[in-house]
């Protein structure tokens, strides 16, 4: 794996068990890290844990934040700790030297701003694609399990609409089908649709969605409003709603609950469904990526 990251100060901000395989992955590399927000767990006493996420930063030749994001002001708040207190992004970044790698799953706006304001080698984990196809299994069989908790139904023969073909629609969509679905994706993107033909999924452009109603699950990936109060209204009451799309998602939730249709903003499912395949995910590729990084950055200094 990775060989140049011995004695390499790391900082990881934040976790679920995917970041604790990670953090031990690389603790085992020989790497200089430093956690805030991690366990006192044996396998990871040869790191140096922070109480004050500032000093974990300072000095770190690359900064990790979890796959899970942060909330749209820039906090982390997932920890494996016990303190419920929010690692705010924003106050940190502008203590990070210029050219400093931040890996995250998915920067929000005001991440991807303050990365640009300061000079950050922003990348976003989760549109990587090997990791991304990787994660996009355990993401649709969360997904699916979803789907198959709040029905009464069976995913066999069941009506079902995959929004968007990117990495996990496309995987969605072949479960779906192997159990039997009738799959409609919907898209803007010809290729997408072609893709979907191709393996015999009904197409519908998305301009057309209100054109078809009929389903019983939903399941969308598309990061931008495609459900909103003039579509849910169509919907039969016993229609469910599968968002996977990054917050805030692409559904009006606040309509689907007015309307008493159960809409469910499923972030982060493989950590959540899958914690042992999606840290493994992550130790395949983050090691190997983080060498590349400070690679390359020594090549240029």
């Known amino acids: 794996m990775a060989g140049n990251l011995a004695g390499k100060p790391i900082a990881m901000l934040g976790c679920d068990q995917r970041e604790v395989d990670l953090a031990i992955a690389l603790i085992g ?27 974990a930063v300072r000095g770190a030749r690359a ?16 920890r494996l700790d016990g303190s419920d207190e929010a690692i705010d992004l924003t106050e940190l970044i502008p203590l990070m030297s210029s050219g400093t790698p931040l890996l995250i799953g998915v920067a929000k706006p005001v991440v991807r701003g303050l990365s ?25 069989e969360g997904a699916l399990q979803l789907a198959m908790e709040n029905t009464s139904i069976t995913i066999h023969n069941s009506r079902c609409l995959v929004l968007g073909l990117g990495r996990c629609g496309t995987t969605i969509a072949h479960m779906l089908l192997a159990l039997g679905a009738k799959v409609t994706v919907a898209s803007r993107s010809g290729v997408e649709l072609a893709r ?25 990936t598309i990061p931008a409003m495609v459900l909103p ?22 559904t009006d939730f606040a309509a689907a609950e007015e309307l008493g249709i159960k809409a469910i903003h499923a ?25 590349n990084l400070l690679g390359e950055e020594h090549h240029e200094t």
Do not use: C
């Open 229 to 250: 109060w003039s579509y849910l209204r169509l919907l039969k009451s016993n229609t469910v709603i599968i968002d996977i799309a990054a917050s805030p998602g692409g």
């Open 196 to 220: 979907a033909a191709v393996f015999g999924a009904e197409r519908l452009e998305l301009d057309n969605l209100h054109a078809a109603v009929d389903f019983d699950v939903i399941f969308n």
């Open 29 to 55: 590399l020989g790497a200089d890290l430093r956690l805030v927000g991690f366990p006192q767990v044996p396998s990871l006493k040869r790191a140096l844990h922070f109480q004050v996420p500032a000093e």
């Open 116 to 140: 640009t304001k300061y000079g950050l080698r922003l990348v976003e984990i989760a549109e990587i694609d090997e990791l991304a196809i990787l994660n996009s299994i355990p993401t649709a």
């Open 267 to 291: 972030l982060s499912l493989p950590g959540r469904v899958a914690p042992q395949t999606a840290g493994e995910i992550l130790v395949r590729t983050i090691p190997r990526l983080l060498e």
């Open 63 to 78: 900064v990790i934040a979890p796959m899970s994001n942060t909330n749209m002001e820039g906090a982390i708040t997932d």
